[in-house]
């Protein structure tokens, strides 16, 4: 048996290769289907509602607007209330404010009235001047400081008399002030923030005398 050589065996190696069938490119179905495959799935179809589900829907979203709106009002009802609370409270407390005040100031009037008279005593006696004359900065001090706070005297000397704040005790004839005018004031007035502590007692004319009482004089 004859031995082929080396230079044969090359000679026949491209008529193999030529003979190979060659290869067929993907085609576009192939290409689909791998963009389709289980990475990448086609989206499904929304499920459809029907009218009496959709009514339904309707139904629940207009009772949860209903609730909402009863919800709302019950806070805004609430948050009304607590701001009235809050001023009430705050009434309340400016009221017991000065009703403390006023409950001081009362007790301090009688005191405040001995000091103008003991004053006005030491005033009369020519050894008192003296002193007198360092107890009326005193009393000046104090009445700025009980001004400060809101008091005020009443003292209507020469004014026409008023019953809200003055009281009568005594009607006289006068020749020179009018009727229902006040010719003296025994005891001065105080009021606290428009409110009446005392009322101030007055003398009050009755008008010139008459002419019989002239005549007898």
Request: hydrophobic share 35%; with cysteine; glycine share 6%.
């Amino acid at each position: 048996m004859p031995v082929k050589t080396m230079s044969e065996k090359e000679d026949k190696t491209p008529d193999i290769l030529e003979d190979a069938p060659e290869a067929e490119p993907l085609s576009e179905a192939s290409s689909e289907s791998t963009e389709d495959g289980p990475e990448n799935p086609a989206p499904a179809e929304a499920p459809s509602i029907s009218a009496e589900e959709l009514s339904g829907l309707l139904q629940k979203l207009e009772e949860a607007t209903g609730e909402i709106n009863i919800q709302k009002e019950r806070y805004l009802r609430t948050v009304a209330d607590l701001e009235n609370y809050r001023k009430r409270a705050v009434r309340e407390k400016e009221e017991a404010r000065k009703q403390a005040a006023c409950s001081l100031l009362e007790d301090l009037l009688p005191i405040l009235d001995h000091f103008q008279l003991g004053l006005k005593s030491a005033e009369e006696h020519e050894g008192g001047k003296a002193f007198a004359e360092g107890f009326r900065m005193i009393l000046k001090q104090m009445e700025a400081a009980l001004k400060q706070n809101g008091l005020e005297e009443i003292n209507p000397q020469g004014e026409a008399f008023d019953p809200n704040f003055h009281e009568s005790i005594a009607h006289l004839p006068h020749e020179t002030v009018e009727d229902g005018h006040v010719i003296e004031v025994h005891r001065v007035g105080y009021r606290l923030n428009e409110r009446l502590l005392r009322p101030a007692q007055v003398v009050v004319s009755s008008g010139a005398p008459a002419e019989e009482a002239k005549e007898d004089a």
